[in-house]
């Protein structure tokens, strides 16, 4: 990378992040683009140059909560050799993460709003769906899950009530107790896929 790309992105970067700090602090509504350029120690022409609007600046810092997010995921998971327990173990760690500010109120609270729900949905999708449909598609090859499961269904019902276990979380008063709560409700969900059902 020369020297003027690098530099580019490092002010693309630093925007990002002062925007996604005050976004999480505040909400999307009560924050202006003098108030991000201003954090992160840059311009307002330069941000025009990376970015068109503070809607596009919101979905630049939405995707960076994503991207950490499915890493933490992906990482959780990482040489858990029981499918159906990988999976337990990644749920887990997305229930966690929706009690941080920053994942709870960019991700879930703010982007369907912001971003229009069919584009929120759509990204929703791009970085979470493939991962569900990888660990159902393996768990059926293994005999941990039922046979007979539709994936592609059933992939989209489990993201959808992700993400509604995370909503609950993120608006919740007290989101470590509300955590607790949905946690057993959604692993209760996997467990009624298993081959043989845990009593």
């Known amino acids: 990378m020369g020297r003027q790309a690098e530099k580019s992105e490092t002010t693309r970067t630093a925007l990002t992040s002062a925007a996604r700090e005050?976004?999480?602090?505040?909400?999307?509504a009560a924050v202006g683009t003098m108030e991000i350029v201003n954090r992160a120690g840059s311009s307002r022409g330069a941000m025009y140059h990376h970015f068109k609007d503070k809607q596009e600046l919101f979905r630049a810092a939405y995707e960076q909560v994503q991207e950490e997010l499915i890493n933490r995921v992906a990482e959780s998971m990482d040489g858990v050799d029981d499918p159906l327990t990988a999976f337990e173990t990644g749920l887990r760690t997305f229930l966690l993460t929706c009690v941080e500010p920053d994942k709870a109120r960019i991700g879930l609270i703010e982007a369907?709003?912001?971003?229009?729900?069919?584009?929120?949905?759509?990204?929703?999708?791009?970085?979470?769906?493939?991962?569900?449909?990888?660990?159902?598609?393996?768990g059926r090859q293994t005999g941990?899950?039922?046979?007979?499961?539709?994936?592609?269904?059933?992939?989209?019902?489990?993201?959808?009530?992700?993400?509604?276990?995370?909503?609950?979380?993120?608006e919740a008063e007290d989101p470590d107790a509300a955590r607790k709560e949905a946690e057993p409700a959604v692993l209760a969900i996997l467990n009624g896929l298993r081959a043989d059902p845990a009593p």
């Open 112 to 138: 369907p709003a912001v971003l229009g729900w069919q584009e929120w949905r759509r990204l929703d999708e791009h970085y979470a769906l493939g991962m569900i449909t990888a660990g159902l598609e393996l």
């Open 144 to 170: 941990v899950l039922r046979a007979d499961l539709p994936v592609r269904p059933l992939s989209h019902m489990i993201l959808a009530a992700l993400g509604e276990a995370g909503l609950l979380i993120a």
């Open 22 to 28: 005050l976004f999480a602090e505040r909400g999307y």
